[in-house]
T-cell receptor, first 112, second 112 residues
Framework: GEDVEQSLFLSVREGDSSVINCTYT??????LYWYKQEPGAGLQLLTY?????DMKQDQRLTVLLNKKDKHLSLRIADTQTGDSAIYFC????????????FGTGTRLQVFP | DAGVIQSPRHEVTEMGQEVTLRCKPI?????LFWYRQTMMRGLELLIY????????DSGMPEDRFSAKMPNASFSTLKIQPSEPRDSAVYFC??????????FGPGTRLTVL
């Protein structure tokens, strides 16, 4: 079945790079997404990557996709305290392009 | 556009009472999703609609939960009767072609 896995916690120093990893099981996924959730708020769409791409860069964010290993990562350059949040990886379900399967979320803590 | 609008933002009720959560999707989006988020189970898809028609309600916990989408600009999620274990944050999200899934701010439900 479809499953998306992430590590639960990541702690980094302000100014360093953060790398949040995600593995998924559905090789037919067309899009993969990264969402950010700050305390008490909804999920905010950060970026996405189409499955025929290896990399996508958007300002401080870099998404890397390894389709062979079904591995997705989000790199945040120059991490700031405002980046502290929970980050969710999500894939589009193979049998329905509308349905997103979310990972458990990775809590990123940035310390000074 | 104001984004996905949910009401109320907070709801506190007593066990056995009926609860109705409301959602207004982004104009022009043709898919609407209801999610529930708890610490124990993370983010769960309850039901989603496409062009106002329920497509997948396999995530609805039990018959106490029902959802409707009478038109393209409005949806409700109803719990009757409510139980303490229904306490969670309920998110509504909508999507259109190429937009990704965009979330509302959520309704925090507490059932005493």
């Amino acid at each position: 079945g479809e499953d998306v896995e992430q590590s639960l916690f990541l702690s980094v120093r302000e100014g360093d790079s953060s790398v949040i990893n995600c593995t998924y099981t559905d090789s037919s996924s067309t899009y993969l997404y990264w969402y950010k959730q700050e305390p008490g708020a909804g999920l905010q769409l950060l970026t996405y990557i189409f499955s025929n791409m290896d990399m996508k860069q958007d300002q401080r964010l870099t998404v890397l996709l390894n389709k062979k290993d079904k591995h997705l990562s989000l790199r945040i350059a120059d991490t700031q305290t405002g980046d502290s949040a929970i980050y969710f990886c999500a894939e589009v379900g193979s049998y329905n392009t509308d349905k997103l399967i979310f990972g458990t979320g990775t809590r990123l803590q940035v310390f000074p | 556009d104001a984004g996905v609008i949910q009401s109320p933002r907070h709801e506190v009720t007593e066990m056995g009472q009926e609860v109705t959560l409301r959602c207004k999707p982004i104009s022009g989006h043709n898919s609407l999703f209801w999610y529930r988020q708890t610490m124990m189970r993370g983010l769960e898809l309850l039901i989603y609609f496409n062009n106002n028609v329920p497509i997948d309600d396999s995530g609805m916990p039990e018959d106490r939960f029902s959802a409707k989408m009478p038109n393209a600009s409005f949806s409700t999620l109803k719990i009757q009767p409510s139980e303490p274990r229904d306490s969670a944050v309920y998110f509504c999200a909508s999507s259109g072609t190429g937009t990704g899934l965009l979330f509302g701010p959520g309704t925090r439900l507490t059932v005493l």
